[in-house]
């Protein structure tokens, strides 16, 4: 985090003297001089009558003239202008103060993450804050003036939404895969930690993920309902019905966020019991696998396993307790995995002893054994019935096993990072909580001076608004993430290329669910017209076509990043041709 901390710094250097400089500017007029150089000397040939009305004339466009040129600015001081260059500055120094909010309020969720953990504060909380800057920009952007003026601004939004979401997918996921490949397995289909010795090879390199990565893309995909729905309903031919439609799929984006918080609560509490049932399955294939209780036509041989019951018990009372199951456990060393021996024994004594006396008698291990067996079989691919291919669905369930826990990897601390926690946590919070009040001010201040100058320069160039956002204000809001998703990747490790696209895929959640909850409830409140079907159709194909291509595969060769990049320039040619082409809108 130190150097999270003096980029802030150094950021913190340029804004002062921005914020400075915004202050002191003030609107200026100007207007161009009707007059011909040569108007100004008399020769003594010119009607006066006729000079006189000219010259009335020409004042009176130039005032007119003049007059219509003029802007309103934001909140009664800061800097406004009708010409091209001047809103494209403001543009720049708008969209630099938003991605400085968007930093500070990153980097203080990374700070309070350290100090409070997961749970509601990574579930809850660091989500929304990292939705913060969007959010406010589509909320301001159908807020201000008139009805009519709400209507044409909150194109603005639309266009927010939609390019933050497919920069994401596209661009910056593309991007993650480029720097963050390495070497493929061609027998596991899997990537090597830090080795990049096939450079450029479009099947030879690439990066995996773990499966936590695949159910993070299929909530991503399934967050896209609100937008199918409320679009299918403005099928509806009265205004009432699509009014109604919006209600709907600002109550259904609602319930999927507050879903969606709720999973992310939970989640670690999820993982860990589902990696501590995959190293229990490990244990049982282990055994299985290692204890060679199977005799030649595949059958439970119940000699041996009457003469390994013999062996465990050591004090020969003809039942097993913990303490013998644990010597068990210990002596067939488990290669593959490091765990809590005794939470195995604890599980191993679950399954066995079915009288709860906390002791398993012979009848006891062999049923036990046999279940086992005919579990393994059913996962392996196999029936139950003994057979000559039982030894190799018996080697399927244990291959697996290893895959299946290889996916659920714990994270692994990086290099730098001590798992010694916060040293001083009150100055720490202290300060997090000063980073995230003023990226949280400055957003809220200068989004709709953003707004109102990507306004602006849409009316000077004649450039529709929805581009100009689509383009430009994702750079500002995202930019942040984006440099730290790249930089993460760049590291070459399955842990770290797990955390950077899943963070990718909860971002765009959060655009699908809570960020289309604000644009929802503006256009319902405000009873503005849902005119948006090319923008949603551009979300909803990118957000299926990369949620679909991660749901199902852990691995992705270094092509699939031209598959990503791909779909940006064809977002913005299918929203022009449906639009200004076909006349959807």
């Known amino acids: ?62 005032l007119e003239s003049s007059a219509e040129e003029t802007c309103e600015q934001t909140y009664g001081f800061l800097p406004c202008t009708t010409t091209v260059i001047g809103n494209l500055f403001l543009i720049l120094v708008y969209g630099y103060l938003m991605f400085f909010a968007a930093t500070y ?50 194109s603005v939004g639309m266009g927010l939404l939609a390019g933050s979401t497919v920069m994401l997918l596209t661009v910056i996921w593309g991007s993650c895969v480029v720097v963050g ?14 080795k990049d010795t096939k450079r450029f090879s479009l099947t030879g390199s690439g990066v995996s993920t773990d499966i936590w990565t695949c159910y993070a893309a299929r909530i991503m995909a399934i967050s896209v309902l609100p937008f199918i729905v409320v679009q299918l309903l403005q099928t509806l031919h009265s205004t009432s019905g699509r009014h109604l439609a919006v209600l709907i799929g600002l109550i259904l984006s609602l319930a999927i966020l507050i879903t969606y918080c709720l999973y992310q609560v939970f989640q670690p509490w999820i993982q860990e019991r589902k990696l501590k049932y995959t190293r229990h399955k490990l244990v049982m294939s ?33 039942r097993l307790s913990a303490s013998e199951l644990k010597a068990l456990v210990i002596g067939i060393r488990f290669e593959e995995i490091d765990f809590d021996k005794d939470d195995a024994v604890s599980k191993l004594m679950k399954d066995f002893d079915t009288s709860n006396d906390n002791y398993i008698d012979e009848t006891e291990f062999s049923n036990g ?164 079907s090319a923008e949603v159709l551009v979300i909803c194909i990118v957000c299926v076509v990369m949620g679909a291509f991660a749901s199902f595969r852990t691995t992705f060769p270094l092509w699939t990043s031209f598959l990503a990049f791909f779909l940006y320039p064809f977002s913005l040619v299918l929203v022009y041709v449906l639009d200004y082409v076909l006349g959807w809108s």
Not at 186 to 193: G, L, M, Q, R, V
Not at 287 to 295: E, F, S
């Open 286 to 318: 282990g055994i299985l696998k290692h204890l060679r209780i199977l005799t030649d036509d595949g059958s439970l041989d119940t000699d041996v396993v009457k003469k390994l019951f013999r062996t465990i018990d050591e004090n020969g009372d003809d």
């Open 369 to 532: 054994i046999q279940k086992w067996h005919d579990k393994a079989m059913r996962v392996g691919g196999g029936s139950p019935d003994p057979g000559p291919r039982t030894h190799k669905y018996l080697d399927n369930f244990h291959d697996k096993t290893k895959k299946a826990h290889a996916l659920l990897r714990p994270q692994e601390p990086e290099e730098g990072q001590s798992d010694e926690g916060v040293k001083n946590p009150r100055w720490t919070s202290f300060k997090a909580s000063l980073m995230l009040l003023a990226g949280a001010v400055i957003a809220a201040a200068f989004a709709d001076p953003l707004v109102d100058a990507v306004d602006n320069f849409s009316d000077a160039t004649s450039i529709p608004t929805f581009f100009i956002s689509f383009i430009a204000l994702p750079l500002a809001t995202n930019s942040s993430e984006a440099v730290s998703a790249i930089i993460f990747a760049s590291r070459k490790k399955v842990t770290t290329a797990s955390l950077t696209f899943s963070e990718l895929y909860g971002a765009v959640t959060m655009n699908n669910v809570l960020c289309l909850a604000v644009f929802l409830a503006l256009v319902y409140f405000r009873e503005l017209t849902w005119d948006f």
């Open 181 to 194: 490949k390495c070497d493929m397995l061609e027998t596991e289909n899997s990537a090597i930690d830090r």
């Open 1 to 62: 985090m130190r150097n999270s901390f003096s980029f802030n710094r150094r950021h913190l250097v340029l804004t002062i003297p921005i914020l400075l400089l915004l202050l002191l500017i003030t609107t200026v007029h100007s207007r161009y001089s009707p007059f011909d150089p040569s108007d100004l000397i008399s020769d003594g040939a010119h009607n006066n009558q006729s000079l006189n009305q000219t010259t009335s004339s020409l004042f009176h466009l130039a």
């Open 105 to 154: 309020l990153s980097s203080g969720s990374e700070l309070l993450l350290q100090i409070l953990g997961p749970g509601i504060i990574g579930g809850l909380f660091l989500p929304i804050l990292g939705a913060l800057p969007d959010a406010l920009l589509i909320l301001v952007s159908g807020l201000s003036g008139s009805t009519e003026t709400a209507q044409s601004q909150v």
